[in-house]
């Protein structure tokens, strides 16, 4: 929840101070899920250059690990695209269907809620 509250102040501060800070989550390569992960982080679990799927904490704030298969044959399956900034671009959006019903897209590395669920 700090972390959560710390975006959301690093984006008030942003508009107010007009300095563009890239806040987007950063992304780090791993072979292993960490037990413990980093709010600020977009984990890319793979070996070399193949990748398995990536993996965030909620950004709601609820704990919840959120993992997104990449593999070809998966379904439902996420697309990565890396940027320059070392953030990552999600297609297409994350959507929990149980508990915290988070449903949000992952535009270079920043979270975009979406609106109304039905
Ligand atoms: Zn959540």
Do not use: I
Not at 78 to 92: F, I, K, N, R, S
């Amino acid at each position: 929840m700090m972390n959560w509250l710390r975006w959301v102040w690093q984006k008030l501060r942003e508009r107010f101070v007009g300095r563009p800070e890239p806040v987007g989550l950063q992304v780090a390569r791993v072979e292993d899920l960490p037990d413990v992960l980093e709010q600020s982080r977009l984990y890319l679990v793979g070996e070399g250059e193949y990748l398995w799927s990536v993996a965030m904490l909620c950004p709601c704030g609820c704990g919840e690990t959120l993992q997104m298969n990449t593999l070809p044959e998966a379904r439902p399956r996420w697309e990565v695209e890396q940027h320059q900034d070392g953030t990552a671009t999600l297609h297409p959006s994350v959507w929990r269907k149980v508990g915290c019903r988070s449903h949000f897209f992952l535009r270079r590395g920043l979270v975009q809620w979406c609106g109304d669920e039905d």
